[in-house]
């Protein structure tokens, strides 16, 4: 019995072997029994047997558990050290990142973030811009109509009339946001982004627009940034301008801006002796598509992550 023990190869064996052993009707379970009726010396054999084989069965038992752990460990191990599969890390949309900086560069500079509807009454985006129901101007951008004579928002400029009709004067706010035109060609999307400026107090003047555009300009694209101004219209500015940025060797138009026109002010319930401001405007993703030397602005809004990836981001 004690070889059959130590030959056993598995746990299995060796419970068959126990019970043979020890069961009900095993070996020596039959001897113990017989002990009543034996002298002492033969019932030391008997239990040193008894000891020794619990004994032997205890480490067979043992060895056979380590064994079987040892095996199982064998086949599940993994290999800390092999190559993982590469990981697909999100990032921020570079519009999204854009206008993250552009924020903290605007709000750095005092200003606060305002935001309004993108569908707009006439109203605020026009006639409360000096912009009445047929005047010319009302041309100059591609007006999507809807059926109740809403618009969808052609420029962010109406949200200066909403923060200026809610919080009065002095007021100092930026908003960014979609405006839409129906620009239905090759390069053009019908929908884009544009940033809006709006500084009004006592005495605000020409060339604290002009060092504002420069200082944002600059701090968003990293570098000292040369601009100009050009003579321009447009109804709720007076006098109105363009502003270029100088790039490489090249000027780029960037937005529109000027000195608020009194009759936008007095729209807004702000006396025009006492108050006047500057107001700029400009399209924000086109500013992302220059700092990350993208061409196509569409790609931006196409959500296509092969385009994204190819692109750094
Ligand atoms: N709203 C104008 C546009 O969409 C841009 C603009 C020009 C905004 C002059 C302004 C401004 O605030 O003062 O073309």
Redesign the pocket.
């Known amino acids: 019995m004690k070889d059959k023990i130590k030959n056993a190869k598995s746990i299995e064996e060796l419970q068959a072997l126990y019970t043979d052993t020890f069961g009900k009707n095993g070996t020596m379970t039959a001897k113990l029994k017989t002990m009543a009726n034996l002298s002492n010396d033969e019932r030391a054999v008997i239990n040193a047997e008894n000891s020794e084989l619990r004994q032997l069965f205890k480490e067979k038992q043992t060895e056979l558990e380590n064994a079987a752990l040892n095996a199982k460990l064998a086949t599940e191990y993994v290999d800390v050290t092999l190559d993982n599969e590469p990981e697909n890390r999100g990032t921020l949309h570079p519009l999204t990142q854009s206008l993250k900086e552009l924020s903290a560069i605007m709000e750095s500079f005092g200003f606060t973030l305002w935001t309004g509807p993108e569908i707009e009454d006439d109203w605020h985006n026009f006639t409360a811009l000096n912009t009445p129901e047929y005047h010319p101007a009302r041309d100059?951008?591609d007006t999507f109509f809807l059926e109740n004579g809403n618009v969808m928002r052609?420029?962010?400029?109406a949200i200066?009339i909403r923060a200026m009709e809610k919080h009065g004067a002095p007021i100092k706010i930026f908003a960014i946001g979609s405006?839409y035109r129906k620009e239905l060609d090759a390069t053009h999307s019908c929908m884009f982004g544009?940033m809006?400026?709006?500084y009004v107090d006592k005495n605000i003047t020409m060339s604290d627009l002009i060092g504002t555009l420069r200082s944002m300009l600059s701090k968003f694209f990293e570098r000292d940034i040369e601009i100009r101004i050009r003579p321009s219209y447009?109804p709720?500015?007076e006098p109105?301008v363009e502003f270029d940025m100088k790039w490489g060797d090249k000027w780029l138009e960037m937005?529109?801006?000027?000195m608020?026109h009194p009759n936008v002010l007095k729209n807004c319930n702000i006396d025009p002796n006492e108050y006047q401001g500057f107001?700029?405007?400009?399209g924000w993703d086109r500013m992302a598509m220059i700092k990350y030397g993208l061409n196509d602005l569409r790609k931006f809004y196409d959500g296509d992550i092969r385009w994204l990836k190819n692109s750094g981001f």
């Open positions: 100059m951008q052609t420029q962010t400029s200066q405006t544009q809006e400026g709006l447009f709720f500015t109105s937005g529109g801006a000027g608020v107001a700029f405007g400009f």
